[in-house]
């Protein structure tokens, strides 16, 4: 069971006092259609368990491709929406499908991540305080930074010509960067942050492991804001967020802990499995990782593609009215889950969805949401992900998969990969430019 | 030809300046877009049209 409080688990095992798990019993019977939902869009679909048993965990969702929106009878029941159009005018009506709750696996919560977890018009007053900290051109400040984590992560293990690419290195760069130039976290004690981090969100982790380092992370967040509040670090962003107001009053040390918690839970692991399943298609790919070494301009259209093509964040919003929308009788009260998967394959908004095309002109993907909750953190990622793109092609040309491992994913709203054996051929540590 | 964006649904993806950087830019507050033309120069007309239609939030209009 403790799998399925995995994604963004931190916060649950962290914040679970007055939280109440629903839908936690596998085994049971799958309660009956519900009176509001026609028979024939009412499947069984566990979105851990047919996830996971999947050959990839894309295909459990795209199985149901071509179909209206259906209802499913798992953890208590969920909608899903299952094309392009439907999933954006989802995101785009926020009045009509809140963010309340973004779990499938619990209910009720005793704190909200902000802003993710708030609606409009709440949302907007912290979104706005946030923006300035991850604008296009706030990343690029960072590009330097940036690719000097890079390096340096690819420095400990490019020598010896085999890695496992989740653990060594998707799993780490985004973390290093975030936690040294966003959070301005002594770089001394990296490695503690990085387990913290590792322990929270990483998969599979014992439920009594990842809570206990739930608890480090959070009284850390805590000591450090309170540090920030009273002797505020120039330029820095926590010490900036607490010299904000809300409403004509000062901000809350409890609604700084709900941001900077937010940014660890929805920030880091996303990144890590952004690059781990793009890196496992182009492993199983050559001419396509020959096509970027050859041609490394082609860089921010390959990400971009990737992104698209390895869409794996499949959100939840709860209809806060009755709403006939798209072929599905939504009752207030009702989850739904826009899945982004189901968007980015729709043949309707994209040719040949199911092939990864670099040079594909139209890349109005839904990889980072849309409407009012798009993805802060979405240029940061970019940045990112197209930096390492540069430098492993340029570093490990011929990376392949590691034959004889099994790599293993996992399922709920936001998919993953576990593992991820690559080998090459090791050319020393030279950075060789 | 014609093109604006609907601030209102406009949410900051930046994919139309990735797309057809001649017509489309992130304003120095970043939060979002905006086009370099009200009025499309023809020759541009096609990227216009490209720019458009990359826009996760199908927020640019076009008017011809």
Avoid at chain 1, 7 to 18: F, H, I, P, S
Avoid at chain 2, 26 to 38: C, K, Q, T
Avoid at chain 2, 39 to 50: F, I, K, N, Y
């Amino acid at each position: 069971m403790g799998r399925r409080y995995q994604q963004k688990g931190g916060l649950t095992v962290a914040l679970e006092d007055t939280r109440t798990p629903s839908g936690t019993d596998t085994t049971a019977a799958p309660v009956g259609c519900p009176a509001h939902v026609p028979p024939d869009q009412f499947r069984h679909f566990d979105y851990i368990d047919d996830i996971e048993s999947a050959p990839t965990p894309f295909d459990g969702y795209l199985q149901f491709r071509g179909e209206r929106p259906f209802r499913s009878d798992v953890s208590g029941g969920f909608w899903v929406l299952t094309d392009a159009a439907t999933v954006r005018d989802c995101f785009q009506q926020p009045e009509n499908f809140s963010n309340c709750n973004i779990g499938l696996g619990y209910t009720e919560q005793s704190r909200r991540m902000i802003p993710e977890q708030l609606d409009p018009p709440e949302h907007g007053k912290y979104r706005k305080l946030l923006s300035p900290f991850f604008t296009p051109s706030s990343a690029r400040r960072l590009q330097e930074g940036i690719r000097a984590v890079c390096q340096a992560e690819l420095d400990k293990f490019i020598h010896r010509g085999h890695c496992d690419f989740v653990e060594e290195f998707a799993g780490r760069f985004p973390q290093i960067v975030f936690i040294q130039y966003i959070m301005n976290f002594p770089v001394e004690e990296m490695e503690t942050f990085l387990g913290w981090e590792h322990d929270i969100m990483r998969h599979p982790v014992e439920e009594a492991t990842a809570k206990a380092s739930a608890q480090e992370l959070w009284s850390y967040l805590t000591e450090t804001i309170e540090k920030r509040t009273h002797n505020p670090i120039d330029g820095d962003m926590l010490s900036e967020l607490a010299q904000a107001e809300i409403d004509s009053r000062p901000i809350t040390l409890d609604e700084l802990l709900d941001i900077a918690w937010l940014l660890f839970a929805a920030g880091l692991d996303t990144v890590t499995q952004a690059l781990s399943f793009s890196f496992y298609y182009l492993a199983h790919s050559p001419e396509r990782r020959d096509q970027i070494v050859a041609n490394p301009e082609i860089i921010p259209m390959a990400v971009e593609e990737l992104l698209r093509y390895c869409s794996f964040v499949n959100p939840v919003r709860t209809a806060t009215r009755d709403i006939e929308f798209h072929g599905a009788n939504i009752k207030a009260g009702d989850r739904i889950v826009p899945s982004s998967v189901l968007a980015a394959r729709d043949p309707a908004e994209f040719d040949r969805p199911d092939d990864i095309i670099f040079e594909r002109p139209i890349k109005r993907h839904m990889a980072f949401g849309a409407g009012v909750h798009r993805c802060l953190g979405a240029h940061l990622a970019r940045l990112e992900l197209q930096t390492a793109f540069e430098e492993i092609h340029r570093r490990m040309p011929d990376y392949e998969l590691r034959p004889g491992v099994e790599i293993n994913f996992h399922g709920a709203g936001v998919l993953g990969v576990d593992n991820l054996p690559l080998r090459w051929t090791p050319t020393g540590s030279g950075r060789g430019h | 030809m014609k093109v604006s964006i609907d601030p209102e649904r406009c949410q900051g993806h930046t994919v139309c300046a990735l797309t057809a950087p001649e017509l489309f830019t992130i304003r120095d507050d970043d939060v979002v877009a905006s086009v370099d033309f009200e009025d499309v120069p023809s020759t541009l007309e096609s990227r216009a049209r490209l720019g458009a239609n990359s826009c996760p939030e199908r927020a640019i209009i076009i008017s011809e």
